[in-house]
């Protein structure tokens, strides 16, 4: 496989510096190519601005979508971005890894998504119209390939279960997960998740990494998450909701969109 790690911590001596060195050093021993997008070592710049689009008349008003598909078409994106998305079409594995701050990813990585997720690549792709609503959700730019979140939690992981204070994990993670990677046509696979990060002792440290290890040797054949296709008939078009009577008995919001086979 190759696969690329996008690393979103400020610190290489980290807890995630130590896990993400741990996964490499497990993918290279497993025979896979990687590559690492060290966000902060690359100075990663997060926000979308003009600077994004070289090509933009100074007088024009700044229009996200359009501004990043005419680039995007023109090959006129900004060198850093080209060379991210050269990485995405390379990789046949993508791995986000980042500790979560406020319930999501740090700031670099959203804006990582927001600028390298460009238009008419994972966004605005295919035909839009009264019978198909785009190559989104399970097809796409990225379909055929796999993503996983590699996640490290201050809070315990009862804080993150059904019934936990904080909400459940998967609900959480369900925007990146269906919105960010599903959306460009990833499978995902389920999260690694490390809870209780902050008291970690090398007991612990140990215990993930040979927990990480084995889920990086199983990666090829964990099943992905059964998020529904939008294309594939569950779904009235164009209004892109759920047909009646396909949900399970109580499942509402995000639960409805992963198929019954799947919630087991
Ligand atoms: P580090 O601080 O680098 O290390 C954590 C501990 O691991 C240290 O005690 C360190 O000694 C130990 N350790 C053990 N082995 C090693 C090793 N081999 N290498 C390095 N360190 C090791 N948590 C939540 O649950 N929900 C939130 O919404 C949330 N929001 C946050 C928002 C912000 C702005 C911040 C700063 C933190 C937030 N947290 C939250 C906590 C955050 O998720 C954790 O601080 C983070 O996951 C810890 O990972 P780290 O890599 O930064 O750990």
């Known amino acids: ?125 295919g035909e839009h119209s009264d019978h198909r609503w785009g190559d989104r959700y399970g097809e796409g730019s990225l379909a055929g390939k796999k993503a996983m979140l590699m996640v490290t939690a201050g809070g315990w992981r009862e804080h993150y279960s059904a019934r936990g204070i904080n909400g459940p994990i998967g609900d959480l993670l369900f925007p990146i997960h269906h919105g960010i990677l599903f959306y460009p046509g990833y499978q995902v696979l389920p999260p690694f998740v490390v809870y209780q990060a902050d008291r970690f002792g090398e007991r612990d440290f140990e215990t993930a990494a040979q927990r990480l290890r084995e889920r990086l040797r199983n990666l090829e054949t964990t099943a992905p998450m059964a998020y529904r296709r939008q294309n594939a008939g569950d779904y009235t078009i164009p209004e892109c909701e759920l047909r009646p009577g396909l949900e399970g008995a109580g499942d509402s919001g995000f639960a409805l969109h992963l198929r019954d086979d799947g919630k087991r």
């Not at 600077?51 to 979508?65: E, G, T, Y």
């Not at 700031?107 to 238009?119: E, M, N, Q, S, T």
């Open 1 to 125: 496989m190759k696969v690329l790690l996008v690393f979103a911590h400020p610190e290489p001596r980290s807890l995630n510096g130590a896990l993400r060195d741990v996964a490499v050093s497990e993918l290279e021993a497993q025979g896979h190519e990687v590559r690492v997008s060290d966000l902060h070592a690359q100075g990663w710049k997060s926000q979308v601005d003009r600077a994004d689009f070289p090509a933009l008349p100074a007088r024009s008003r700044l229009k996200v979508p359009g501004a990043s598909k005419d680039a995007f078409v023109a090959d006129g994106l900004s060198a850093d971005v080209a060379m991210e998305i050269e990485k995405l079409r390379w990789a046949d594995t993508l791995i986000l890894q980042f500790p979560l701050w406020w319930f999501s990813m740090p700031a670099i990585l959203k804006g990582w998504v927001d600028r390298v997720f460009a238009y008419g690549f994972a966004y605005g792709v």
